[in-house]
């Protein structure tokens, strides 16, 4: 992977709330971070998606993961646990970025060598900063597989 910043970042992003879908999108687009974000609405679709799957079979495979915890269905935990046990999937970065405040999952994230975990924003400037952590992060992510 080389260090370019044409290259768009590959995100997928793991989100059932519309509205959290929409302000991040716009974070990214605000931010001129180049990117392209595919959007799953709960785990098992997510799951799908990094398997290459139907209807998923050409998606292409996510720089990074921004992951919500809480899902329907297949919630994020499971989906964490999932990529970390399959080796196609677990050294893609994953961000978690949910509204939980549970300790256990916040332990449970680390066990599972999450890369970053994100409280989610409340509002626009703080969801900035969030996406500003994502780009120095994957940027630094690009740098070290490219040495």
């Given at each position: 992977m080389v260090d370019?910043?044409?290259?768009?970042i590959e995100i997928l992003l793991v989100e059932?709330?519309?509205?959290?879908?929409?302000?991040?999108?716009?974070?990214?687009?605000?931010?001129k971070v180049r990117n392209r974000i595919a959007v799953c609405a709960d785990g098992a679709d997510a799951?799908?998606?990094?398997?290459?799957?139907?209807?998923?079979?050409?998606?292409?495979?996510?720089?990074?993961?921004?992951?919500?915890?809480n899902l329907p269905g297949v919630d994020?935990?499971?989906v964490l646990a999932a990529v970390h046990a399959d080796p196609?999937?677990?050294?893609?970065?994953?961000v978690v970025l949910t509204s939980s405040?549970?300790?256990e999952d916040v332990l449970r994230?680390?066990?599972?060598?999450?890369?970053?975990?994100?409280?989610k924003p409340v509002d626009f400037a703080s969801l900035m900063h969030v996406?500003?952590?994502?780009?120095?992060?994957?940027?630094s992510v690009r740098r070290s597989l490219s040495a």
């Open positions: 370019d910043p044409a290259i768009p059932d709330d519309p509205g959290d879908v929409l302000i991040t999108r716009e974070a990214f687009a605000d931010h799951l799908r998606y990094l398997r290459r799957e139907p209807p998923y079979a050409d998606a292409p495979r996510p720089d990074i993961l921004l992951l919500d915890l994020g935990r499971a196609r999937l677990n050294d893609i970065p994953v405040t549970a300790e994230s680390q066990e599972l060598r999450v890369d970053t975990y994100i409280r996406v500003r952590r994502i780009e120095t992060f994957y940027i």
